[in-house]
């Protein structure tokens, strides 16, 4: 029982009207993972998510979380799991601290809800309604909320919009920490780095369909080709070079006394052009591997243009 | 830790799976004690539910700005003795109909209900507790408002459990209705007809002026209203010390199914 995928949504089909939100997508989150879902505005990554909090009823296709059916086993799946919306969810005039303490009461075997407000900074506004709580500390609330029934798995939607560099450290920090702990993670973002910093397994979702999975490794590796780069004396010789490179290479000093190499960069490459330097005496100043970074790689999957 | 690393006993961190709901009388209790704190500590709401009626209790009772028909009073043949009951009704009102719908239409429109559907607490239990946080609120109207009443010399009569049955069955009425605008209108348009039914039923509903005021058509008319045959069937019997006040509970009952039922197949959750 243990073995089967914290999520497996397969051939999910979710309209509204006429608009095809979710079309035909495919996901699978393997246990005790953190995965990140990324997309453009309009992807369709809340629809997923949400669909699979029980939230929507699929039109096509199924969703299985924890091998229950989101909406006929709501019962049994609902204290499993923990949701963070992606905005709301608290009464304007409850406090934080009360609201928190009253979501802890809803579960069997809840967490101790001081340490949470301790570990996400929010004591200082413990006693103060949610109305009047900044954004970010609304945020960190939502988030503490999730966690507090000690679910098997969460979801998380958007959790670090709109927090300030240290809160969105706070809460990366506890989501390694639930990973660690065996907590399996579903998070969307629209921050490239927080998808690398953190997940085992990015999905880049665009019209409604998967169009990318892989560990953020595997995504930057395919793709674009990545490059090498030095400094040096201007006006090194080129055919010398290439000539010593793989046959996959190219050479070029796009600007004087820098050069590029573009090819498979590895270990062998980087020997090579080493070697070569040493050859011709030549020091190469600032070598460093250019790898492509997420944003690279979702930028070139989901297209450069804005959408409208 | 390589032999029981797949076994989840084994591990003792913080955040370490140990999922389940909570009871369930535990968690309604825990969501009712909740609803009703929000209820009594929302200043626009204390306004509608407990100023508004003390102070046409105290007013009308004191100063004769309308013409209240003391004449056909049993009893003393205080103005008190015809408002009482009225205000009562009013109050059942305010609480069941009018602020029930402004808060469960914030709530809607701020995702509360959204987010506790993802809680282990199930619908009904959430709406068992707003039941109960509902009639909590009420029963502290009621003493309250018995408590003004009889300083300003009510001497009420009747039988207290035709009372109750009235409250009861005006309460499901306006609950039903209540929800109904709260879940099927904007927050803001739920805000402002909430606002303004509670306006025209307290005027035209027999609260504070009696319905024998207005043309006869329209009064057969008014006394269908719910709150016409709350503030009629309480007055039936706490002023004149009536039997059971079949034909308003009727009233009532049918507002109930309607409202109720209404309620239950049009509600949108978000």
Redesign the interface.
């Known amino acids: 029982m243990r073995t089967e995928p914290a999520v497996e949504v397969v051939g999910l089909v979710k309209r509204y009207g006429t608009k095809t939100a979710v079309d035909g997508l495919d996901l699978t989150v393997a246990r005790g993972t953190v995965t990140a879902v990324l997309g453009p505005n309009g992807a369709g990554k809340t629809t997923t998510v949400e669909t699979c909090e029980g939230y929507l009823r699929p039109d096509g296709g199924t969703v299985r979380v924890l091998g229950l059916d989101p909406v006929s086993d709501a019962t049994a799946l609902r204290p499993r799991i923990g949701v963070m919306l992606q905005s709301g969810g608290v009464y304007a005039g409850a406090r934080a601290e009360e609201m928190l303490r009253h979501t802890a009461t809803l579960h069997a075997h809840p967490l101790d809800t001081g340490l949470l407000i301790e570990r996400l900074g929010l004591g200082g506004c413990g006693r103060t309604p949610y109305r009047r709580l900044s954004g970010g500390q609304q945020q960190r609330l939502a988030l503490a909320m999730a966690v507090v029934g000690r679910p098997e798995l969460v979801f998380l939607d958007e959790p670090t919009a709109g927090l300030d560099p240290q809160a969105r450290r706070a809460t990366w920090d506890l989501v390694r920490e639930l990973r660690s702990d065996g907590v399996g993670v579903v998070l969307t973002t629209h921050f490239m780095d927080e998808a690398e910093q953190l997940a085992d397994d990015v999905a880049i979702i665009d019209g409604g369909r998967v169009i990318a999975q892989g560990s953020p490794e595997e995504l930057c590796r395919g793709g674009a080709e990545n490059s090498l780069r030095f400094t040096g004396r201007p006006g090194l010789d080129l055919a010398s070079l290439l000539k010593a490179l793989p046959q996959d290479s190219t050479a070029a000093e796009p600007a004087p006394g820098t050069y590029r190499v573009t090819g498979t960069v590895g270990p062998q490459l980087l020997a090579t052009v080493a070697s070569w330097c040493a050859q011709n005496g030549v020091m190469p100043d600032a070598i460093a591997v250019e790898r492509h970074t997420l944003e690279d790689v979702f930028l070139e999957l989901t297209g450069k243009e804005l959408r409208v | 830790m390589t032999a029981t690393e797949?076994d989840?006993a084994a591990?003792t961190?913080?955040?370490?799976?140990?999922?389940?709901?909570?009871p369930l009388p535990?968690?309604i209790r825990?969501?009712a004690a909740?609803e009703t704190?929000?209820l009594l500590?929302?200043g626009e709401q204390l306004l509608l539910t407990v100023v508004i009626p003390t102070l046409l209790l105290v007013l009308f009772s004191a100063v004769d700005i309308v013409a209240v028909p003391t004449e056909t009073a049993g009893g003393s043949g205080r103005a008190v003795d015809f408002l009482a009951p009225g205000i009562l009704a009013l109050a059942v009102m305010s609480t069941a109909f009018t602020g029930q719908a402004i808060a469960t239409g914030?709530?809607r429109r701020?995702?509360?209900l959204?987010?506790l559907?993802?809680?282990?607490?199930?619908r009904w239990g959430l709406m068992t507790a707003k039941t109960c946080a509902v009639l909590v609120t009420e029963v502290l109207q009621v003493a309250l408002l018995t408590a003004v009443a009889l300083a300003l010399g009510w001497s009420p009569h009747g039988n207290p459990l035709w009372v109750a049955l009235l409250l009861l069955l005006g309460t499901a009425a306006f609950s039903g209705l209540g929800l109904l605008m709260a879940g099927t209108l904007k927050a803001e348009a739920t805000l402002a007809a909430a606002n303004l039914v509670f306006l025209l039923l307290l005027v035209g509903g027999g609260v504070i002026v009696p319905l024998t005021k207005f043309p006869e058509a329209v009064q057969t008319v008014l006394g269908l209203l719910p709150i016409a045959a709350l503030s009629d069937g309480l007055r039936g019997v706490l002023q004149h010390g009536a039997g059971l006040p079949l034909a308003d509970l009727g009233i009532l009952a049918a507002w109930a199914v309607l409202g109720l039922g209404a309620a239950a197949a049009f509600f949108r959750w978000?």
């Open positions: 797949a989840p591990a961190g913080t955040f370490t799976p140990r999922p389940g709901a909570a535990r968690m825990a969501q909740l704190r929000m500590r929302n914030f709530e701020y995702g509360v959204k987010r559907a993802a809680s282990p607490l199930p978000e």
